[in-house]
C-alpha cells in the first residue's frame, strides 16, 4: 500500500472543464511535488511546496493552479487546458528539501489525464 | 545545460543479469537516484548513491563514479517482473532533482 495516494486516477476533460487533482500523503513528510510524465520524456517538475509554502514553479503555465493547505495536502486546478497537456501527473513527496537521502521522493500512482 | 543519459530499451533473458548504465552531467552533486516504474504505476525508489563505489540490495546493485559521471544498476537473476522503466535521477547543488527520461527494460522467458 502506498503512502502517498491520489484522485482521480482517469480524468477526461475538454478544454473548457475545470477540475481538480488532489494527492494526500500519509509519511509525514514535509515537502509534495507535482510532476508531469509524458511518453518517453524525463519527469517534468512542476510545483514543489516545503511546509506549505511554494518554493518552486518551474515556469508552468497558469492554466495548472497548485494548493497546499496544509503539508499532507497537495492539489493541482486545471482550467482551459490543451490537448498537449494530456499526461500521467505525479504527486509525490520527500522528508525535507536540501539534505541528500532525505530527499528520496515517494510517489502516488498518478492521475492519467486526457484533455480533448 | 543538465544532462541525464540513459539507453531507451534493454532486453534480457529471464535468469540473466543485466547493467543499465546512466551519464550524467550537472552543476554540482549531491547524489545519485534509481527508481523502478512499472506501466501504469507510481515510481518506486530503489537506490540512493552520494560516495563513489557498489551498494548492493539484494538482486540490485548501483554503482557510482562521480569523476566519470557515471552510474549503473545491475540487476541479477532477472525475474519476469523485473520488466519495468528504470529511471535514474540527479540532486544537483541546488538539489534540483535532474531526470533521465528512463530505460525501459524488457524480460524474455
Known amino acids: 500500500e502506498t503512502g502517498v495516494t491520489q484522485t482521480p486516477r482517469h480524468l477526461v476533460m475538454g478544454m473548457t472543464n475545470k477540475k481538480s487533482l488532489k494527492c494526500e500523503q500519509h509519511?509525514?513528510?514535509?515537502?509534495m511535488y507535482w510532476y508531469k510524465q509524458s511518453a518517453k520524456k524525463p519527469l517534468e517538475l512542476m510545483f514543489v511546496?516545503?511546509?506549505?509554502?511554494?518554493?518552486e514553479n518551474n515556469s508552468v503555465p497558469s492554466r495548472f493552479s497548485p494548493e497546499c493547505p496544509n503539508s499532507s495536502h497537495l492539489f493541482l486546478h486545471l482550467h482551459t487546458l490543451q490537448p498537449e497537456d494530456s499526461a500521467l501527473y505525479l504527486c509525490?513527496?520527500?522528508?525535507?528539501?536540501?539534505?541528500?537521502?532525505?530527499?528520496?521522493?515517494?510517489f502516488g500512482p498518478g492521475t492519467r489525464l486526457l484533455v480533448l | 545545460g543538465q544532462n541525464i543519459d540513459q539507453p531507451t530499451e534493454m532486453t534480457a533473458t529471464e535468469g540473466a543479469i543485466v547493467q543499465i548504465n546512466c551519464t550524467y552531467q550537472?552543476?554540482?552533486?549531491?547524489?545519485l537516484f534509481w527508481y523502478q516504474q512499472h506501466a501504469g504505476e507510481a515510481p518506486t525508489f530503489l537506490s540512493y548513491?552520494?560516495l563513489d563505489g557498489l551498494e548492493e540490495k539484494g538482486r540490485f546493485s548501483s554503482f557510482l563514479s562521480r569523476s566519470k559521471g557515471y552510474s549503473y544498476l545491475l540487476l541479477k537473476e532477472l525475474q519476469m517482473k523485473d520488466s519495468a522503466s528504470y529511471l535514474c535521477?540527479?540532486?544537483?547543488?541546488?538539489?534540483?532533482?535532474?531526470w533521465g527520461a528512463g530505460t525501459k527494460l524488457i524480460i524474455k522467458p
Open positions: 509525490a513527496s520527500s522528508q525535507d528539501r536540501g539534505s541528500g537521502p532525505q530527499e528520496t521522493q515517494y
Open positions: 509519511l509525514g513528510h514535509n515537502a
Open positions: 511546496y516545503n511546509f506549505k509554502e511554494q518554493t
Open positions: 550537472t552543476s554540482g552533486f549531491n547524489g
Open positions: 548513491n552520494v
Open positions: 535521477a540527479v540532486l544537483d547543488s541546488n538539489y534540483q532533482l535532474i
